[in-house]
């Protein structure tokens, strides 16, 4: 049963809305609603009393008005991939930006501007017409606004940097309705808090950003069978601290599928999946693979050059929409041989074949951008820990989660304090001051100023002063 209150305050916001708005205003039970309230994360199942779907961004401001001054609780959503659920809720507003997914290049400048509903997806075909990149994320079905906004991170960050550290300006509605601007020249440390503090300030309706020339590059996959994934982490650890910037090595410790491509005795056993990407010369890409390949099995090895648009649509079916996830993740300085052996053990224990621990690492570009110059973490622990749980019936809830936080639980002790928000789940909220611990003062400060009453709270949520000194 619905509270009376809730859908009466939905339904003042419908009204105030409704003579203005171009996009959509869907209720529950019209035609479109039931299309439009679900998110990616299926274990997140919301009824919101409106969603306001915004045509343009005269559209974005008066629903932010409307839901401002109804007090209503209310949600911003790109690609509604937030792992934690933020882009739904019950009873309240969706502020939904997916009519808004134009993108602008200029091939000359090497620069783009896109809208604030883009998909990655929509992003690279666009850049790539003109032989250019932006940097952001390994599923094109992903949200670039909530990515981006959070720091993002992908293929080409160590070549390339954070999406965040390549945004040159946003465009946002902020709380009272206003459009602000946030580049080096207006509104400086706006621009640094959007850089990796999420949706905390405002709805983002535009990103400029800086495009970097590339069509292609060297992908190399191998699958290292259980035996030897001790030391092969324990390769990964040593090269890659000297590693060039055009090298990319992500390790999934998984269950190998059980499928042809895969060589029968792998099948459903413990493997730690290598994925190596290479963007400079492909001449020279080999030897960088050697420590990664030479633990693979040899059936499974396998070396390509694939365009660009492939690699960034290659993992869409690993993660499909409606599915459960779980996810938790943390930063360690080093990966010392006691955390190496938890996480061999733990692979043996996984309880699907999606779920999967994923390392990935980070230096590079974006390694070299200081700690203070962005609000997204520090960027000096260079290796990333990401635990997905990832199932299909409400049954398995509790088996998954219990394994995501049993193994964080035990390599917690050896991770330094931090964590990437986009990667938290929907529980974690007590963690988002260690997020952005020596930069919370001024999170909070820009915050303050920008949404003192806290309008924009769905997300890793930074408490304005006033709301904070409360309680
Ligand atoms: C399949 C999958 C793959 C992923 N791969 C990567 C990856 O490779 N690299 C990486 O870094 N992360 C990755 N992520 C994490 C991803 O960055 C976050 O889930 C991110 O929130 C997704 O953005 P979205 O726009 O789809 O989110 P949404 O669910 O639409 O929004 C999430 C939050 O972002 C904020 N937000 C969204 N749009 C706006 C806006 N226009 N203005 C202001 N705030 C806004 C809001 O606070 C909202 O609650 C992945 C997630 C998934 C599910």
């Not at 570009?365 to 203070?372: E, I, R, T, W, Y």
């Not at 520090?378 to 809830?397: H, K, Q, T």
């Amino acid at each position: 049963m619905r509270d009376p209150k809730i859908v009466e305050v939905s339904q003042e916001v419908y009204s105030s809305l409704h003579p203005r708005f171009k996009g959509d205003l869907l209720r529950p039970g019209e035609s479109g609603y039931e299309n439009a309230r679900g998110i990616w994360n299926g274990m997140v199942a919301r009824t919101p009393g409106l969603i306001a779907r915004c045509a343009d961004v005269a559209d974005v401001r008066s629903a932010v008005r409307a839901g401002s001054e109804a007090g209503i609780l209310t949600a911003i959503r790109c690609g509604g991939h937030s792992l934690a659920g933020f882009s739904t809720c019950d009873g309240g507003l969706v502020i939904d930006l997916s009519r808004m997914r134009q993108v602008t290049v200029d091939p000359e400048r090497r620069r783009a501007r896109f809208a604030g509903g883009c998909l990655l997806g929509s992003i690279d075909t666009a850049t790539q017409k003109a032989g250019l990149v932006f940097p952001s994320g390994v599923v094109s079905h992903t949200g670039a606004s909530g990515l981006v906004l959070g720091g993002g991170t992908g293929w080409l960050t160590r070549r390339f940097g954070l999406s965040c550290d390549n945004v040159e300006g946003f465009t946002l509605v902020t709380a009272d309705g206003s459009v602000v601007r946030a580049n080096l020249e207006e509104n400086p440390d706006l621009l640094w808090a959007l850089r990796g503090g999420g949706g905390n300030f405002g709805v983002v309706t535009e990103f400029e950003v800086k495009l970097h020339p590339l069509t292609s590059v060297v992908l190399a996959e191998g699958l290292c069978p259980e035996g030897d994934i001790r030391r092969l982490l324990e390769n990964w650890r040593d090269f890659m601290a000297d590693a060039p910037f055009d090298l990319k090595w992500n390790v999934d410790l998984r269950l190998a599928p059980d499928t042809e491509r895969v060589p029968a005795e792998l099948r459903g056993r413990p493997v730690a999946a290598n994925w190596l990407l290479w963007t400079g010369d492909p001449d020279v890409a080999q030897p960088y693979f050697k420590p990664a390949l030479s633990l693979c099995s040899s059936d499974s090895v396998s070396s390509k050059v694939v365009p660009f648009l492939d690699l960034q649509t290659m993992a869409d079916s690993t993660f499909p929409h409606g599915r459960r996830y779980y996810t938790k993740s943390g930063y360690f300085p080093n990966l010392d041989d006691s955390t190496i052996d938890r996480m061999v053990e733990a692979v043996a224990t996984i309880p699907s074949a999606e779920t999967q621990i994923e390392l990935a690492y980070l230096g590079g570009a974006a390694g070299q951008v200081a700690a203070d110059e962005t609000a997204f973490g520090d960027r000096s622990a260079p290796f990333i820990l990401n635990l997905i749980g990832n199932w299909s019936e409400a049954s398995a809830d509790t088996a998954h989660i219990s394994w995501v936080r049993g193994l964080f639980n035990q390599l917690r002790p050896a991770m330094k304090p931090g964590v990437y928000v986009n990667f938290m789940s929907g529980d974690e909220q007590d963690r988002v001051r260690e997020a952005y611990h020596e930069r919370w003062d001024r999170m909070v400060a820009v915050k303050s100023h920008y949404d003192p009453k806290n309008f924009f709270r769905l997300n890793q949520n930074v408490l304005p002063r006033k709301i904070d000194a409360k309680g």
